[in-house]
């Protein structure tokens, strides 16, 4: 099966422009989760959906950091004005169902290298 | 507040050697440990998992020991090859909620010839 495709791969902009990540997760996953990679860190979660309902946004920016996922498929992530400390690898990943009381597997997309000069 | 400690940043071993990569938790909500590997240019990949009810687990060359009383656990690559190397996170999830896995920094592996 194909895995989760991320748009664009790379992205450079300058800070206070905005940008937008795209998601497409492997087909029939009901979860996708979009993951913040700082340099020499582990991925931070950022939000989760489960079909088109978000199930935990608690450590999104919300004042700049806007996501959305119509018709439970694909996904985008958008950054308004973007700052210099968010330059970073923005991971997609996606699981089957999400579902409580199960410990899925996340399969994670290759991401977005953004560069906020 | 860095809630699961990876240790050590980067490691250097000879093809045919032991990698050993460890990680402390604090929170004794977590209940589940995946161990990723990531190379360059890609997302992690699951490479193998444990659950806190068994003090071991191997899957080939790999293989996850446990210790619940001192909050700690590990990943020993066995007989390690230049394809190992990568970066490895630890990660540790909670029972209940969302599941989501809180990374440790990871640990940059080269595996020499």
């Known amino acids: 099966e194909a895995g989760v495709a991320q748009s664009p791969r790379y992205k450079i902009i300058e800070k206070r422009q905005s940008v937008a990540f795209w998601c497409n997760p492997i087909s029939g996953h009901a979860t996708l989760y979009w993951y913040q990679q700082i340099l020499g860190q582990g991925p931070k979660l950022l939000i989760q959906?489960?079909?088109?309902?978000?199930?935990?946004d608690s450590q999104l920016p919300k004042d700049r950091f806007s996501a959305e996922r119509l018709k439970g498929v694909d996904s985008t992530l958008k950054i308004q004005p973007a700052k210099l400390e968010d330059s970073a690898v923005y991971l997609c990943?996606?699981?089957?169902?999400?579902?409580?009381?199960?410990?899925?597997?996340?399969?994670f997309g290759p991401g977005t290298r953004l560069l906020v000069l | 507040q860095q809630q699961v400690k990876q240790s050590p940043q980067s490691l250097i071993v000879q093809k045919g050697g032991i990698s050993i990569i460890n990680c402390a938790y604090e929170?004794?909500?977590?209940?589940?440990f995946p161990w990723y590997q990531q190379f360059p240019g890609k997302g992690p990949a699951l490479l193998i998992a444990i659950r806190p009810d068994v003090s071991e687990k191997k899957e080939g060359r790999f293989t996850i020991s446990f210790n619940k009383s001192a909050k700690q656990f590990s990943l020993h690559i066995m007989d390690s090859q230049p394809g190992d190397s990568a970066t490895y996170f630890c990660a540790a999830s909670p029972s209940g909620g969302s599941y989501i896995p809180t990374f440790g920094r990871g640990t940059s592996l080269i595996v020499h010839p």
């Open positions: 929170n004794t909500a977590f209940d589940y």
């Open positions: 959906f489960q079909n088109n309902g978000v199930v935990d």
């Open positions: 990943a996606s699981s089957r169902t999400g579902g409580a009381g199960w410990f899925e597997t996340q399969y």
